[in-house]
Each structure stands twice: as structure tokens, then as C-alpha cells.
């Protein structure tokens, strides 16, 4: 069965998306904005969800049509063949939004959509009542510039909850981000990470995660296991397939450090959860005291900020100090996050290269030095 699928994820990395959809075999992959369209198979569908690092969710599309009047809206969605992948005891809740088009009330557009998928399941199962007690198949739609897309979430939880941080720190970076953020700067099995702001331990374990090529999905369940709808021996598969690409024996290391002892201990723990505590080193220190014990390192980090924790005389000033610590040198590269527009102002150099990137709804740049 080939299917239709779209990968939404945070805005600034969705070339990211797209290639490593293309290198799991994926076809048609088409990125926009916030969102990969691609195609696949039942063995893609599984092994999207085991091993994107950077997309929130994997859906399948169902429809995508024009509508300016609900009934454009009901008609197109009762025609869509829900019984395929609904069953008569499943829950199939409805959710979305709608940006810049005609038909902009949510709740209407939600009771729309269920209204139609009830007519359609009606036809179908031949029975006048649902009582959505059986597995659930999260329907979801996005309505912009009046083209709809109707889709089903096969992931269930977003996919940036990958099992191992059930707890945080203060102001946690999304794990997708961390895994977007050691990807541009190019982290490799055979490098040394360093996090001098380390909080939760979010960088280090995606740079560990990404540089020995473990799936991030391998510690959790995703929604589509539970429909019946794919072999099981298919997710089986897929699971051997991502322990077997397993690199084996690497070099990685990962040090981080934190002014909070606190945020050290979570680090830790969080990287034991997550399998990958024998790659991982943490210690509390300020970063005043920064001092690489390696000759070569890739240096990425999410430091506090104006908008998240500090005041933004305070972020600035450790901004003064990280320029003055991260050296430039030959075998280092830094990247750091920040809203600030000021960030090069105060760190004292301009950036080799920079990309806007979002941490959460907070709009930021990722500055990478690496001459």
C-alpha cells in the first residue's frame, strides 16, 4: 500500500526533514513550509516514526481538496474511504487549524469534519452509533489559503518525545532542535561535543544519539501500532533494521557542564534512560571557567537568554564571556541559539555562518563559527 504522508516540523529545518526522509527510501519528498510531503510504504511509515530526528510528527494524508463553503468541506471529507483505517469501535477525535483562508472558525471546521467522517462510517458499518471506545486515530486537518489537507496522526505523541525526559530543567530545548542544531554543525562519530550551558542534557544526548546513528523513536511506542492496520512483523523488522545501522565502537564523546548541580544530575539521569550514559560526562561549572580538555571540538549550545530565563543585560554579558572563551582555532566549531539580534554584537565576531531557526515560538538564529 503506498501511502501519502506529510512531516510537520519547526520552522528553519525542513531541508533537514527532506533529506533524511530521502535517505530512508522515502519518495516524491517535497518540502514547504513547516512541512514534508513524501511517500512510502507501510515499511516507511514505521520507519519515519523510528528514526526521524528532526520532524514532530508523521502523518498520512487522506485528501486534499479546495473548499470555500462547508459543505465543499463535508462533501470532500465524507467521500474519503475512513473505513479503510477507522474501525466501527475506534476513537477518531478531530483537530487543526486554518490560516489566511474562508473557512476560519476551528470548531466549526472540527464539527464539519466529524460530522462527515460519522456519515461516512455510517454508510459503511451499516450502525447509526459510535462509541469510540477502541484504539485512537487522531484525525487532523490544515486549512491554508483554502486548500485543506485531511490526515491521520500515526505517532500519537509528538516526536520530539522520545521516552528518556520525562523531567527538565527550567527553559528545556525541544529535542528535534538539539538534533537539527548538531546536524548543522556537522557532528560526526569521531567527534568530541561539548554543551557549556547544559541543562537537561537535551544536546549532548541527541549529538550521542545522531553521531552513533541510534533511532530516537527505538525507546517508544507510536499510535499506528495499536490501529491493527500493519503487520506487526513490519515494525519488528524495521527495529532490527535501525539496531543493525547502529554504529559500533565510535569515538564520540560528549562533555557538558552546567552552572546548576541540579541540571548535572538530570543530565546524567537523562542520558542513562536514553542508553547512551557511556558516552556522556557532566560536571557543574560555570562558564566563566570553560576549559576544553580536547585538542578539537564541536561546540553546541542553547545558553540562557532574555525571552527564556535571564534579563537581557545578563544573557549579554555571558554572550562577553563566551566570545572571550570560545577561541578561534583550527579542529573548533561553535554553535549557539539566541533571539538576540545583538548576539555578534556581543560575543565580538561575526558569524561564518548563521540559520533562523525556531525554539518553540521564539524566533532565533543559530550562529556557527567555525574558522
Known amino acids: ?67 470555500l463553503t462547508f459543505e465543499e468541506l463535508f462533501q470532500s471529507v465524507k467521500a474519503i474511504s475512513w473505513a479503510d483505517f477507522i474501525g466501527a469501535n475506534d476513537t477518531f477525535p478531530v483537530k487543526g487549524f486554518s490560516i ?24 459503511d458499518y451499516g450502525i447509526s452509533w459510535f462509541e469510540e471506545t477502541g484504539p485512537v486515530h487522531q484525525i487532523q486537518f490544515s486549512i491554508i489559503k483554502d486548500e485543506v489537507c485531511i490526515m491521520l496522526d500515526s505517532s500519537g505523541m509528538s516526536l520530539h518525545k522520545r521516552g528518556y525526559r520525562p523531567s527538565s530543567n527550567d527553559a528545556p530545548i525541544r529535542e528535534t532542535l538539539a538534533a537539527a542544531m548538531c546536524s548543522l554543525s556537522k557532528l560526526r562519530h569521531y567527534h568530541t561535543l561539548y554543551d557549556p550551558c547544559c541543562g537537561s542534557g537535551t544536546i549532548l544526548i541527541e549529538g550521542a ?22 503487520d506487526e512483523s513490519v515494525i519488528k523488522s524495521e527495529k532490527e533494521r535501525c539496531h543493525d545501522l547502529v554504529k559500533k565502537d565510535t569515538d564520540f564523546c560528549a562533555i557538558g557542564s552546567d552552572i546548576d548541580s541540579a541540571a548535572v544530575e538530570l543530565t546524567l539521569h537523562n542520558a542513562n534512560k536514553a ?7 557532566a560536571s557543574q561549572a560555570d562558564i566563566r571557567v570553560f576549559n576544553p580538555s580536547t585538542e578539537k571540538g564541536t561546540l553546541v549550545t542553547n545558553p540562557p537568554y532574555g525571552e527564556r530565563m535571564l534579563d537581557i543585560k545578563e544573557a549579554e554579558k555571558i554572550y562577553r564571556i563566551m566570545g572571550e572563551k570560545f577561541i578561534s582555532k583550527y ?18 565576531r561575526k558569524a561564518d555562518k548563521r540559520r533562523k531557526l525556531y525554539n518553540g515560538n521564539i524566533k532565533c538564529q543559530y550562529y556557527m563559527f567555525f574558522k
Open 100 to 123: 489566511n483562508s474562508t473557512l476560519h472558525s476551528i470548531p466549526d471546521c472540527q464539527s464539519i469534519i466529524k460530522k462527515a467522517v460519522v456519515e461516512s462510517l455510517k454508510e
Open 275 to 281: 542508553g547512551v550514559a557511556n558516552f556522556i560526562r
Open 209 to 230: 544519539l545522531l553521531a552513533n546513528n541510534i533511532a530516537p523513536g527505538l525507546g517508544r511506542g507510536f499510535a499506528f501500532e495499536r490501529w491493527g492496520l500493519i
Open 1 to 67: 500500500m503506498n501511502l501519502l504522508m506529510t512531516a510537520p516540523c519547526l520552522l528553519g529545518i525542513e531541508g533537514l526533514v527532506g533529506d533524511e526522509l530521502k535517505m530512508m527510501g522515502a519518495s516524491n519528498v517535497a518540502p514547504e513550509n513547516a512541512r514534508v510531503f513524501f511517500e512510502g510504504n507501510e515499511d516507511i511509515l514505521a520507519r519515519a516514526n523510528l528514526n526521524s530526528r528532526f520532524s514532530e510528527r508523521i502523518l498520512i494524508v487522506l485528501g486534499r481538496f479546495n473548499a
Open 331 to 348: 579542529g573548533w566549531s561553535y554553535g549557539i541559539i539566541s533571539p538576540d539580534e545583538e548576539f555578534e554584537k556581543c560575543f565580538g
